[in-house]
């Protein structure tokens, strides 16, 4: 539980400092970019994910 | 405080634990995990440090990043942009490796490391020039850092003074000698960071020829040693090779294939490229020396391993001292990450020191000489121990009587170089051994030279080196060699370079040079004794001194490897601590054959195996469903029965984890190729095409020296 918890501290504050570098970002598209591949990897991170949590073994 | 330093994603993955300032340990991941210049997560040299310092990860103060990562996506995204529609192949390759990873290094370090502490990141060329300043005995120096690029910056020049290492000047991607040299190394058939080293030993075979070419068409040097380069010639920003067709239009010919011999075309190439190299190295240090007014050096940077350029920038003495990471290249980044953080964070003084806080680079693993009896015992071969003072005299009279000896004691190098603990060693005075090493020991290319060990005091006797020169970064000339008059008749020699005309053949090099290392007194008495008794008996206090190691292996490590190696090379004899192993062909085949006896290398069969399973049943859920519903069904009953072992089974969770992960990966490979094709031809395409950034500022004839782009910043973000 405290590994778990500690790592997704660490996401939160690696996508807290990512959300803060698109916001400092000038050049309005590659904010969007960005946004987009995150889109994109979210979803692909669910299907990665998915293989190793213990809680979503139901969907296999 | 305790400051953990982190390298890696890209090669030579490192860690390094500073305590107080205080190097405790360093390592590269791939003397570990035996994968050479592994870029993984350096979990096993992390692991180590910790062990070193008697720490938990829970009592580390901080850990230091080498690198912005955020910037470097940034550049990254900027690169496809301007060079769109080109690129589409290394997008899809590039991204989901930084989406999946490379962005979320706080989440990484927690997860696999378990540390609690804050992560700070620090600019890529700051810890190459905190690597250099932190550990140099200087209290004030100017700094060059040279690499193929870390943010955005390639080449950075530095004014360090106390606790403070301050940027003045920098050259930015895609002007990259680094980058350049690697191009140069990729087109003569070598692998990029990796083969650098052996273009700069195949420059002495060639002629200058492309010189004039280079200059006039691919880099423009100016005369303060700021460059830039023809984008027109290099690929790399938006493939995966380094020089574009018309790089070779222009030399006539295309990239050498790897693997093959070099000719006449790359050693004249190896040769020009390393000429322009000294060149801009030169006219740097001078401009630095110009601008910071201060009378030391430091270098740092994958070309600061350029012992050549290095050895001609100490002989025409721009700077009073010079002072250069061993560990130059982004292993070494790992230290200066934590340099740099223990100089913003502790503020500490800094004093002029008799010598550096490197520690001869010793600064890896050691093992007890119980270890070391137990690896020789499992290996079942015959051995003796021998009290220090008999072992000199054996190995002495051994290297004496033309045996190639391994030589492993105390602790393992960090850095690229072997300096005296995870050695080969054999007599440079034999006219056959550069033959002989390079073929039967090392497995290597037989135009490669070795390098020589000799005793500080006595190095004037064989050398003309204007500086000592510890951790063999420096090229000085063999006293009385004369070089060879026409070198490129022995490039593929199968002979060896038996011609050269000197004392001590098999460290001279076709041109007369040679690699120094010096060996002050007290520094590694083991191997100054050893040096010591070898001059008793011969004259000579001059060893052949290579890594330990054959080709495409990383240095050796633990005894167990030592073994290994000793049993597939030539090796005659071979030293572990105090026992002097010898083996018959018979013995050594056996031990050869015998399973490596940790538990992580047997875990690495078993998860390269799951991998595959688990890749190919991926793969097959995939093209079941789009192919063969029922072949689909079936796969997945296969996954879903995985996953059931799992729960049912505690045993397995780790072999199942490890297939199920490899199984989801592979889909979202599957996945992602078409995906990211697509966002890359309705975002990037035209975003590019129309807004894409694609002009350059110029600066006729000036200095191409710009002021830093981000002379501060946030360490405790990585952007």
New interface residues.
């Given amino acids: 539980m405290r590994?778990m918890l500690?790592?997704w501290?660490?996401?939160a504050?690696?996508a807290t400092?990512?959300l803060?570098?698109l916001a400092?970002?000038r050049s309005l598209?590659?904010a969007l970019?960005?946004a987009?591949?995150?889109l994109?990897?979210g979803?692909?991170?669910v299907?990665?994910?998915?293989?190793?949590a213990p809680y979503v073994?139901p969907l296999? | 405080m305790k400051i953990l330093g982190l390298s890696a994603h890209y090669h030579d993955a490192a860690a390094a634990l500073l305590v107080d300032g205080h190097i405790v340990a360093a390592a590269q991941e791939e003397r570990f995990s035996r994968t050479k210049h592994d870029a993984g997560f350096p979990l096993q040299a992390a692991q180590f440090c910790l062990q070193r310092g008697g720490l938990r990860a829970d009592q580390l103060d901080a850990v230091a990043w080498y690198e912005k990562p955020f910037q470097k996506f940034d550049r990254l995204l900027s690169g496809f942009l301007q060079e769109a529609p080109r690129g589409m192949g290394r997008f899809i390759q590039a991204v989901p490796l930084w989406l999946g990873a490379r962005l979320w290094v706080r989440s990484e370090i927690a997860d696999l490391l378990e540390a609690e502490c804050p992560v700070y990141f620090l600019q890529h060329h700051e810890s190459h020039a905190a690597s250099a300043y932190g550990p140099s005995p200087f209290e004030e120096a100017a700094v060059l850092t040279l690499d193929g690029v870390g943010e955005w910056t390639t080449n950075g020049l530095w004014e360090a003074r106390g606790c403070e290492v301050c940027p003045i000047a920098e050259l930015q991607y895609p002007d990259s000698l680094g980058l350049l040299y690697s191009a140069c190394t990729a087109w003569c058939g070598f692998r990029v960071n990796d083969g650098e080293y052996k273009l700069m030993g195949l420059a002495p075979y060639g002629e200058p020829r492309f010189v004039q070419t280079l200059l006039d068409e691919v880099i423009d040097v100016r005369s303060d040693g700021s460059y830039r380069l023809n984008p027109e010639y290099f690929a790399y920003r938006y493939q995966e090779r380094m020089t574009s067709p018309a790089f070779d239009r222009l030399f006539g010919s295309a990239a050498h294939p790897p693997g093959q011999l070099p000719t006449k075309l790359q050693a004249d190439m190896a040769r020009s490229i390393q000429a322009i190299t000294e060149d801009v190295v030169l006219k740097q240090a001078r401009h630095a020396r110009k601008q910071t007014a201060m009378r030391s050096l430091c270098m740092a940077g994958g070309v600061a391993l350029n012992c050549v350029a290095n050895g001609r920038l100490a002989r025409e003495a721009v700077f009073d001292q010079l002072w250069i990471q061993p560990a130059a290249g982004d292993a070494g980044g790992a230290l200066g990450a934590a340099f740099a953080l223990h100089f913003r964070l502790e503020r500490p003084t800094r004093e002029l020191r008799d010598h550096d806080a490197q520690q001869g680079s010793l600064l890896g693993p050691e093992f007890s000489e119980q270890e070391m009896e137990e690896a020789i015992h499992r290996a079942g071969l015959t051995y003796r121990r021998l009290e220090p003072e008999q072992l000199t005299e054996q190995v002495a009279a051994s290297i004496a009587a033309g045996n190639v000896v391994g030589w492993f004691q105390g602790r393992m190098e960090f850095g690229p170089r072997a300096l005296g603990n995870r050695s080969i060693l054999a007599d440079p005075r034999d006219p056959d051994m550069q033959s002989r090493v390079n073929r039967a020991v090392k497995f290597r290319e037989g135009f490669r030279p070795f390098a020589p060990m000799v005793l500080q005091d006595r190095v004037s006797k064989h050398f003309l080196l204007p500086c000592p020169s510890p951790y063999m970064l420096l090229t000085g000339s063999v006293i009385g060699a004369e070089p060879l008059p026409d070198p490129l008749a022995e490039l593929n020699e199968a002979r060896g370079l038996r011609k050269i005309r000197s004392a001590l053949p098999a460290i001279t090099h076709v041109d007369a040079s040679a690699r120094v290392q010096t060996v002050a007194a007290g520094s590694n008495p083991r191997i100054e004794a050893l040096l010591d008794r070898f001059e008793q008996k011969t004259g000579c206090p001059v060893l052949l001194n290579t890594s330990f190691n054959v080709k495409d292996e990383p240095i050796v490590c633990s005894p167990w490897e030592a073994i290994q190696c000793f049993c597939r090379a030539r090796i005659e004899e071979l030293v572990i601590g105090p026992f002097v192993v010898t083996a018959t062909d018979e013995d050594k085949k056996r031990v050869i054959a015998l399973p490596a006896p940790t538990a992580a290398a047997q875990r690495a069969w078993g998860k390269a195996l799951l991998e595959i399973v688990g890749g190919a049943v991926g793969f097959g859920i995939a093209t079941g469903f789009l192919h063969s519903p029922r072949l689909g069904w079936g796969l997945l009953a296969i996954a879903a029965t995985m996953a059931t072992l799992r729960v049912i089974l505690p045993s397995a969770r780790g072999a199942v984890d490890r297939a199920l992960a490899a199984i989801g990966k592979a889909l979202s490979m599957i996945l992602a190729v078409p995906a990211l094709a697509f966002v890359f031809v309705a975002v990037i395409v035209p975003w590019g095409v129309l807004w894409g950034d694609r002009k350059r500022t110029d600066a006729e004839g000036g200095s191409l020296w710009r002021k830093p782009a981000q002379p501060t910043h946030d360490p405790k973000q990585p952007h």
Avoid at chain 1, 47 to 52: E, G, K, N, P, R
């Fill in positions: 590994r500690r790592r501290r660490a996401r504050a690696d400092s990512l803060g570098f400092k970002r598209w590659l970019l960005v987009l591949l995150l994109l990897t979803a692909l991170y299907v990665q994910t998915a293989a190793v073994y296999f």
